[in-house]
């Protein structure tokens, strides 16, 4: 089965502020991306490269902050017709030690609570409900909880210390496409692959990423 991610968009809200990006003047279109790459190299417009060091920048240096994303993908059975499916996963925080992430739609029902001492998770679609102690930071908590259970926290690259190096740090290629509206929001658009084996976004290969701060 084989899944085909159309778009996807992240808005970044902090206490009393909204930040939006200004549409700027027409952008020249991005230089043609290879067809192929040698093991270990990366393609990544400069343009795309510094959109999500300042959005990163920003999101680090927040105290408190919650992000929503709204997806839309195909699901490509093997032999039957292509369904289109959504979700909207959402995360709050409030640094160093508070989360709340919530996950739903037609893939996923989950919600998960973390207080700096336990992490609490319910799964809506299995009506299974689960906590345990857990590490005293964000950052250790969302390992730990990776690294003992396979679960992956709605959003959790964007909440780490720091967001650029997960979501940079497996992309091979990146192009910026200039302003684009989601969600009625006026966003740079910065689409990028990874390698399929890396990163929380392995299981789709390209995303597009359009926080309203970049």
């Known amino acids: 089965m084989r899944h085909t991610t ?8 902090v206490p009393g502020i909204l930040m939006a990006a200004a549409v700027a003047a027409q952008e020249p279109p991005p230089p043609p ?25 920003f999101l680090a ?33 409030r640094r160093p030690d508070r989360f709340v992430g919530d996950a739903a739609g037609d893939a ?10 336990t992490l609490s998770a319910l799964d809506r679609q299995q009506n299974v409900w689960t906590s345990g102690t857990v590490p005293a930071t964000i950052d250790e908590a969302l390992d730990w909880a990776f690294d003992k259970t396979g679960t992956v926290i709605p959003l959790a690259d964007f909440v780490y210390a720091d ?14 496409l200039g302003i684009h509206e989601a969600a009625g929001v006026p966003c740079h658009h910065s689409p990028s692959s990874r390698r399929p084996s890396t990163g929380s976004y392995g299981s789709t290969p390209a995303r597009s990423r359009c926080p309203a701060s970049w």
């Open 6 to 13: 159309w778009w996807a968009a992240a808005l970044v809200a």
């Open 33 to 57: 991306v290879e067809p192929g790459l040698a093991p270990g190299s990366r393609l990544v417009e400069p343009r795309a490269n510094e959109r999500v060091k300042k959005m990163s920048a």
């Open 61 to 93: 240096s927040s105290r408190a902050f919650a992000l929503e994303a709204e997806e839309v993908y195909d699901e490509v059975p093997e032999h039957s017709p292509r369904v289109q499916l959504s979700n909207r996963r959402y995360v709050a925080l």
């Open 108 to 117: 996923v029902n989950r919600s998960f609570w973390y207080d700096g001492k």
């Open 163 to 176: 967001p650029y190096s997960r979501l940079m740090g497996s992309v091979q290629r990146g192009v910026y």
